[in-house]
């Protein structure tokens, strides 16, 4: 098992109620599957959001398998200005 | 009291000026077009009648006056490194003296800034800030493209619009109060809604494009000429007590159509739809100020190729590598 922390921002905060979240996943899970299990429990909020991932500071452009102790952000694109 | 290198320049003869600096400050900046007396810090200044003194920065002889009550002083705004600008150059920098002391900045620097042309695409709730910012810091010329009017609900968050302004063209409202900021500011104005057709033609001439606008249409629309006039571009966003920001396009580093490739959200997350607290925008408009500056000077410490997300509820902040 590996532990991930998810650093929440925009509307995955308030999709998910929280600054912060911690998973307990099982070894091998991915950045994709991590998204899955984003997407599950926020319900219905974050549908048709387009999510980006950072893991430990750096953006990634493809899937990867997550690491014990790693840092997730899910960057949605905002639009206010 | 403070005097600038224009004013002194034509009232002169009307005082004695004292250059309080070190030898070698002297060699190195001497006061052409200036008679003056030398004394030092450490003197006590027994000259009467009106008198300017001289240091380097303009900074010393400020304290000075007031540590030493002299009477009928005038620091000279900017110091030696102000005058000699203006007389090789005929260019008062003084007013922004406080920045050019920034080892960072320096005279170099505010030259740079001067000779600049920023172009801000939307005066809303960015673009206000940006556009108040970059006049303050000096930029010498500002191009605001926008086809809105200012309404009530502007107001809470966009400064440059005040009661009055209320059914005026945003860019004529905005050029009249930076204006009254820097009397010598150029601004250009271009009513127009920022599309396709006429994106190139807006953005030719300028050296930093500001993304201040509000949907990723426009956002999208923005990259695609950045990329191709290479024209690096400074990219803002809010969400309610959040923001983005990011230096997008410089020398082939990430855009935003590589950051958020085929982008969707649900349509919830515009000001009018999620909300927005007035400070959000000043507080992410300013970072995007502070970033263009950076870039324009030439600080490398900056978010070129790195998206920066803040959230003001808590005062996280997230530096991405790109």
Redesign the interface.
């Known amino acids: 098992m590996i532990n991930i922390k998810v650093?929440c921002?925009?509307?995955v905060?308030?999709a998910l109620g929280a600054?912060e979240l911690t998973f307990q996943l099982d070894d091998n899970t991915t950045s994709i599957d991590l998204e899955k299990i984003i997407r599950k429990k926020a319900g219905k909020?974050?549908?048709?959001?387009?999510l980006?991932i950072?893991i430990n500071?750096?953006?990634q452009k493809e899937e990867i398998v997550l690491q014990n102790g790693d840092e997730v952000?899910f960057?949605?694109?905002?639009?206010?200005? | 009291m403070i005097i600038t290198p224009e004013v002194l320049n034509k009232q002169k003869n009307d005082f004695t000026i004292i250059d309080v600096r070190s030898d070698e400050e002297r060699q190195n900046f001497p006061l052409l077009g200036l008679d003056t007396i030398l004394s030092s810090y450490d003197e006590s200044i027994n000259v009467a009648g009106k008198k300017v003194l001289v240091c380097q920065f303009g900074i010393v002889t400020e304290g000075m006056i007031i540590e030493k009550n002299i009477n009928n002083a005038f620091s000279l705004l900017g110091g030696a490194q102000a005058w000699v600008e203006y007389y090789n150059e005929n260019k008062d920098l003084s007013r922004w003296t406080r920045q050019i002391v920034l080892p960072e900045i320096g005279i170099e620097g505010q030259k740079k800034l001067l000779n600049c042309q920023v172009s801000i695409i939307g005066m809303g709730g960015l673009g206000c800030p940006v556009a108040q910012s970059l006049v303050m810091a000096g930029i010498g010329k500002l191009k605001l493209i926008d086809d809105d009017f200012v309404s009530i609900s502007n107001l809470h968050r966009q400064p440059l619009y005040s009661f009055q302004d209320v059914n005026k063209k945003k860019i004529l409202a905005a050029k009249s109060k930076l204006k009254a900021l820097n009397p010598e500011v150029t601004i250009e104005t271009d009513d127009v809604f920022f599309d396709d057709k006429n994106g190139e033609e807006l953005l030719l001439n300028t050296d930093v494009i500001i993304d201040a606008t509000d949907n990723i249409k426009s956002r999208q629309r923005i990259d695609q000429i950045s990329k191709k006039l290479k024209i690096p571009t400074v990219y803002g966003a809010l969400f309610r007590f959040e923001g983005q920001v990011s230096i997008l396009n410089v020398n082939g580093s990430a855009g935003y159509n590589e950051l958020f490739p085929n982008s969707n959200t649900n349509g919830e997350d515009s000001c009018a739809d999620a909300g927005v607290l007035s400070m959000l925008p000043a507080i992410i408009g300013n970072i995007q100020a502070l970033e263009a500056i950076k870039l324009i000077v030439g600080i490398n410490n900056n978010l070129i190729g790195k998206l920066l997300m803040y959230d003001g509820m808590n005062h996280k902040t997230e530096v991405i590598e790109l």
């Open positions: 650093k921002f925009s509307q905060k308030y600054d909020k974050l549908n048709n959001v387009s980006r950072a500071k750096k953006y952000v960057i949605p694109p905002v639009q206010g200005g």
